[in-house]
């Protein structure tokens, strides 16, 4: 394949992994909501310029009818770039939180155990933690401070942080605070819960990683071995055939 032929099946590569990296639902937020172009219009102007020019030199080399693909895979793929790496930063961040809401949760607990009340102990964990979890939660003690009402404050904090996994911490506090229901029981068990899911997560993503490392030692590992072999019996071929 040539150079301009690899490139054009690059070019449509890249549109599926754009379009595979973003939900349908937010592709179609990002196309349709002009809120968020002007932010992003000169990085998606930019890289659709730059897809458009690769495409340019691509398209002419792509076997059959696989030129309109390339022609038009490259400017969408450049043309997203900026929404899928933002995307890709939402996920690492949301993830971040989640892996340290367990610990979160178990401290919110003993305090709440101890008699201090919700507000109390998201401020302490505020003002101890780092990372996304702590960014939130300060955001939240702040507009607690400025005078919004801890339910409204709690509202904010979950419409923030998309996923359930604050929604159900949200409910517990809720809960708590309008039929007294013990607060600390229901923060321990969703701390079990969720390092019962995260330790499950790991599980299923060894799995996954199991044949993909079989394959990456059959397609390379095996024929690296064999090719040194090989050179070894040409290498040595007039010695090991002396005696024929």
């Known amino acids: 394949m040539s150079g ?11 549109a599926a992994a754009a379009v595979r990296e973003l939900p349908l639902e937010r592709l179609a937020r990002t196309l349709s909501r002009r809120a968020q172009v002007p932010a992003l219009l000169p990085r998606k102007l930019l ?19 696989t030129a309109w693909l390339v022609a038009f895979g490259l400017p969408l793929a450049g043309f997203l770039a900026p929404d899928v790496m933002r995307e890709r930063r939402a996920r690492r ?13 178990d401290l919110l607990a003993v305090s709440a155990a101890s008699g201090r009340g919700p507000a109390a102990g998201i401020e302490q964990l505020a003002g101890a933690g780092e990372g996304p979890l702590a960014e939130e939660l300060r955001l939240t003690v702040a507009e607690i401070s400025s005078g919004l009402p801890l339910g409204e404050a709690l509202d904010s904090l ?45 599980e299923e993503r060894a799995a996954r990683a199991a044949p993909k490392i079989q394959l990456v030692v059959a397609l390379v590992l095996v024929p690296s071995v064999l090719l040194m072999i090989t050179a070894g019996l040409i290498a040595n071929a007039g010695k090991l055939l002396v005696g024929f």
């Open 158 to 202: 979950r419409r923030r942080v998309p996923g359930g996994e604050v929604a159900t911490l949200v409910a517990a506090i809720e809960r708590s605070r309008r039929y007294g229901s013990p607060l600390a029981d229901q923060l321990r068990r969703q701390a079990s819960a969720l390092r019962r899911d995260s330790r499950r997560a790991t």
């Open 4 to 14: 301009a032929g690899l490139l054009a099946a690059v070019a449509v590569l890249l």
């Open 93 to 105: 961040r949301h993830r971040r939180l989640v892996a340290a809401l367990p610990d979160a949760l």
């Open 47 to 65: 890289g659709a310029a730059l897809g458009v020019a690769a495409a340019l030199l691509a398209a002419p080399a792509a076997p059959g009818r």
